[in-house]
């Protein structure tokens, strides 16, 4: 090590959300240093998110709901979503060890429980903690289908619980935690084997500032999150204190850093080259995801992938009576199977242009209206009010309702015609392949369709996830170089690589993610033991 590292650590993490606590904990638990960076003040997207975990095969908590699950099924349902994103034998890991995860979770403080939620929602409400959060019902033919949302038990969205609960453990291992602190280079040797990471840090601002910052960043996520215009603005003077106050603060790596520092949904230019098509969505992040971890790696020679796959979010339910409902485009053609999970839906929705609409009939939105106050936790209900007001025109006919959404009306009619035939008698298959449980008929008028197209709407937006990043190998989590060999000494994790969820996603499957990638790479990092001789700084 060159003797001009400012501080330095065998582990050095960039970023501390869900990904960099589990590499923390793991590398910390394989006797290495530890230290943590990142920018604000540790969360990130995690602390806000949901708090679903996906897992199975036979968890407590799905035992205890009387559910049969194994790690098979686990894996036939989830190769249908997961496909090439990551190898096969990847996959049969995660299934495997799909309870031995849940249970490490447990085991620093993360609470679940096994309490099932009756309905098909995007969220369950404060009453359950297990429930369908993929498309399982739907692929019956590909697996025995079992809920394998674990939402950590916490009120309201309990992201931040599971945060909090990770955060404590890694401080209680010792591990240092450097808040306020950049990632900006990465120091590698002249073989590239990386030794350390140039920063820029406010620990030595004045004490004003620090505060300022703090509360600047910890004010504006959740505003960014909804009104990400505000949000921008409220955070720029955050950007103004890095820039005047930050020093430069050299970190040294003896083993191995590991890059979690999140996607890139904050950072409009990526989203702009890498997605164009969900421009009119919502970024699901923080100001933290700005592509900086991925950039850190490419600057390193990193190879990508899956860059362009994003998760465009269109619930139907809560209220779960619209699932009976039928999705078509502007043309009136069927869109997909509507008891999908929100993603499959945004998926579909986007690759038809982005334009859709629900048409559901009158004894159906009734159902809709009656379910809304039981189903729904309080961002769900502006949700289900624009659905079931705002969003909607109604009309006595078919033909009326078409034409006031502007929908082709004879091939909407077709459409809901052979929806309806399948609805009523079991024996016949839906078009889209609905399962028979979730088919309603629609033919109570007057006819109501809902506006479901992806745009910026504040009632009913649609949330954006990134889901590529560095390619890393499946085994240690180790960055490559675009021919397929390791970057000496850096790792990847969470949504700064590509992983489990970066072809398509399903609630929970990112956080899993995060923990069984950020424990592998924080393990392998710490298990490298090779020293390098001095470092050169890598020029940007
Ligand atoms: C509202 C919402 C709900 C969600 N619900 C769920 C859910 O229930 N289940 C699920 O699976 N997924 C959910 N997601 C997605 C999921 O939360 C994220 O994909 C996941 O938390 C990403 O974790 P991470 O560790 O990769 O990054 P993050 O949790 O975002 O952490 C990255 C950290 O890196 C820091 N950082 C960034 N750049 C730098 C740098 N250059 N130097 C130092 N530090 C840096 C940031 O400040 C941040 O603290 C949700 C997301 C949102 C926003």
Redesign the pocket.
């Known amino acids: 090590m060159p003797p001009d590292w400012d501080v330095e650590a065998d582990v050095v993490v960039?970023?501390?959300?869900?990904?960099?606590a589990c590499a923390a904990l793991e590398a910390a638990a394989a006797g290495g240093t530890v230290l943590v960076?990142?920018?604000?003040g540790?969360?990130?997207?995690?602390?806000?998110?949901?708090?679903?975990?996906?897992a199975g095969g036979g968890t407590p908590q799905q035992r205890a709901a009387g559910v049969t699950d194994t790690p098979e099924a686990m894996f036939g349902y989830l190769r249908t979503e997961v496909g090439d994103a990551v190898p096969a034998a990847t996959l049969r890991e995660f299934c495997d060890g799909s309870v031995a995860m849940l249970a490490w979770l447990e085991g620093h403080g993360v609470p679940f429980e096994g309490s099932l939620c009756p309905d098909k929602t995007s969220?369950p409400t404060n009453r359950h903690y297990l429930y369908y959060s993929g498309s399982e019902l739907s692929a019956v033919g590909a697996a025995p289908p079992a809920p394998r949302g674990h939402?950590t038990r916490g009120r309201g969205?309990s992201?931040g619980l599971l945060?909090a609960r990770l955060a404590a453990a890694v401080r209680g291992t010792g591990a240092r935690v450097l808040t306020q602190?950049?990632?900006?280079q990465l120091v590698a040797e002249p073989g590239g084997r990386v030794t350390g990471v140039e920063?820029r840090s406010l620990r030595d601002a004045p004490g004003w500032v620090r505060l300022t910052h703090r509360i600047l960043h910890q004010w504006s996520v959740k505003p960014y999150?909804y009104v990400p215009k505000a949000g921008r603005v409220l955070h720029r003077p955050a950007g103004w204190l890095e820039r005047r106050y930050a020093r430069p603060l050299r970190v040294g790596a003896a083993r191995g850093v590991v890059l979690?520092?999140?996607?890139f949904a904050a950072n409009r230019p990526m989203m702009r080259s890498h997605a164009p098509t969900a421009r009119g969505g919502l970024p699901?992040?923080?100001p933290?995801?700005?592509g900086?971890?991925i950039r850190?790696g490419t600057e390193a020679g990193g190879a990508t992938a899956c860059l362009d796959r994003v998760s465009v979010w269109r619930f139907l339910s809560p209220p779960p009576a619209l699932l009976g409902g039928v999705l078509t485009d502007r043309a009136g053609r069927r869109i997909c199977d509507e008891s999908r999970y929100g993603a499959a839906l945004g998926d579909a929705i986007i690759a038809r242009g982005g334009q859709a609409w629900l048409l559901v009939d009158h004894a159906t939105r009734a159902g809709a209206r009656h379910q809304v106050r039981g189903s729904t936790l309080w961002f769900q209900r502006l949700q289900a009010w624009y659905l079931l007001s705002l969003g909607a025109v109604r009309a006595p006919t078919v033909a009326g309702v078409a034409a006031r959404a502007g929908v082709d009306p004879d091939s909407l009619a077709a459409t809901l015609a052979a929806y309806n035939s399948a609805a009523r008698d079991p024996a016949v298959p839906d078009p889209a392949g609905k399962p028979a449980a979730a088919r309603r008929p629609q033919d109570q008028p007057p006819y109501y369709l809902i506006d479901c197209s992806v745009r910026p709407r504040l009632f009913y937006p649609a949330?954006v996830?990134t889901l590529g990043g560095l390619v890393v190998a499946p085994e240690s989590g180790q960055v490559l170089w675009p021919d397929g060999s390791p970057v000496g000494g850096l790792y990847a994790?969470?949504?700064?690589a590509a992983g489990l969820?970066s072809r398509s996603y399903v609630?929970?499957?990112?956080?899993?993610d995060?923990v069984f990638s950020?424990r592998r790479a924080g393990r392998h990092a710490a298990e490298n033991t090779q020293q390098g001789p001095s470092a050169t700084l890598l020029t940007t």
């Open positions: 960039v970023g501390f959300g869900a990904a960099g960076l990142d920018r604000f540790g969360g990130g997207a995690t602390a806000l998110s949901g708090g679903v975990v996906y969220y939402r969205t992201g945060y602190t950049a990632a900006r920063c999150l979690a520092a999140g996607g699901l992040a923080t933290g995801d700005d900086s971890g850190l949330p996830l994790a969470g949504r700064t969820c609630s929970g499957l990112s956080l899993a995060c950020g």
